[in-house]
């Protein structure tokens, strides 16, 4: 918008004191290199042109109604933040867990800040064969040591170091030609000292149109060849301490409490198969089902949008209804209200596509302003804030906030230490000592 618009003015209003969202809640703290989207961010932000408001909730703090007084256009791009959920028996037990939660947990998200987790048995299980499964898995089974200098929460680095899991299960219910992992991702699980990746016999034999489906598409065909080198090199590998199994074709249909009748104790999964032409396989059940002991499971099989007061929403697909990002409202085309990121196709896609996404959102926004939108009607001051009374995070007290994360992290040996809660956030802005 402020390539298309330059004499725009733009306000980010953020839930949390903290800018970047899963770039910096979402991303594990491995992957830093992942993390340097937030220097054109910063960026972005520094401009003149653009107002951060940190800590203002919308919906908590301020009504979608109450913001059409002070906007010609407001675009929310609010992210998923509901899980996907089995709807199977016992889901509901102790020990049956959301692995948005746990990569919360390890990077310090404020919502996290009381969470626990039962790493004390030996093995746990993931529903779901995303990339996100795949950072739960190593997160898992990688030395707590090499996590030590990265962001990673503190508290989780200690869980880690006492942690009794050895064998973390992958679940598939789709073959491993439609496994929804990146092949870097997979192969970065390979090269952990320590650790061994298995697949069981039989679990990469394909049909003729998963054969059809993997030799038309040269990204699935690397994929199959390093699937087909793990499952040979498997045994040759005989020092490795931990070990994460890849399951595919199967699905889990109840989770069994153990003893104590409220906490998880296995997972029973069925095994399916598919039929059908290439690219319209269908999932069929089979009879054949196994059991899995374990006291913790994770759930990573996708997260979908929560509705926002004022806003429609579709609740079958999990998203604000819009065309070409502009929200849509049963008669009422004339508009200011914007949809951009997960909460306008589904939480699918990497930072490059949702940057394409937002750029579309852009587009629309800048072309309504020419016809639909009345940009000569005059807004209010930010009036809602004196109003309510709120407390926000504007920049350059973000910058603050950072400069003390990096300070505490480099006398930790750490990459940053970030804040763990909101409170302690507001509080460092009053009373650390650091000098600007």
Partial sequence: MLRLRPHIAIDILERLPSPFGL????????????????KRFSEISKDKRVNFFG?????????????????????FSTGSSEDSKLNIPGEDLEGVESARHFVEWYNSHPERKNTKFNLGGDSV????????????????????????????????????????????????????????????????????????????????????????ERDSNRVLKR??????????????????????????????IQFKANHN???????ILRHNRL?????????????????????????????????????????????????????????????????????KRGATGTIGSTLLDASETAHTIHNLMDSKLDILKEKEDLTFIQKHQLQY?????WEMLDAIEL????????????????PDMLAALIWDPVTF
């Avoid at 800590?55 to 059409?68: F, K, M, P, T, Y």
């Avoid at 739960?136 to 040591?145: D, G, Q």
């Avoid at 300070?407 to 909101?422: C, D, H, P, Q």
């Fill in 23 to 38: 770039v910096r809640y979402g991303v594990a703290p491995d992957h830093p290199e992942v993390k340097s989207v937030e």
């Fill in 55 to 75: 800590n203002i909730g919308v919906g908590r703090d301020i009504s979608v109604a109450e913001l059409q007084d002070y906007y010609h256009a407001i675009v």
């Fill in 275 to 343: 039929v059908g032409p290439p690219g319209q396989q269908k999932l069929v059940p089979t009879d054949t089902t196994e059991e899995i002991q374990t006291n913790l499971t994770f759930r990573s099989i996708g997260y979908r949008s929560t509705p926002i007061e004022g806003l429609p929403f579709n609740h079958k697909l999990g998203i604000i209804p819009n065309e070409l990002g502009h929200v849509l409202f049963p008669n009422t085309p004339d508009h200011g209200f914007f949809v951009s990121g997960w909460a």
């Fill in 393 to 397: 995070v504007n920049w350059r007290e």
């Fill in 125 to 212: 299980v993931i529903v779901g064969n995303g990339n996100v499964a795949v950072d739960v898995a190593r997160i898992l089974v990688r030395n707590p040591e090499d996590l030590a200098p990265t962001d990673i929460n503190e508290e989780t680095v200690e869980a880690l170091r006492n942690c009794n899991v050895r064998n973390v299960h992958i679940i598939g219910r789709r073959g491993p030609v439609q496994s929804a992992f990146t092949t870097r991702e997979l192969r970065e699980l390979t090269k952990l000292s320590g650790v061994k990746v298995v697949i069981a016999d039989g679990e990469l034999t394909l049909s003729e149109s998963c054969v059809v």
């Fill in 407 to 422: 300070r505490k992290g480099k006398e930790l040996g750490k990459a940053r230490r970030k804040f763990a809660n909101v």
């Fill in 261 to 267: 009748n409220s906490q998880l104790g296995s997972v």
């Fill in 223 to 252: 994929k199959m060849q390093l699937l087909e080198e793990i499952k040979k090199e498997q045994n040759k590998t005989d020092d490795a301490k931990k070990v994460v199994h890849l399951h595919f074709l199967k699905s889990p």
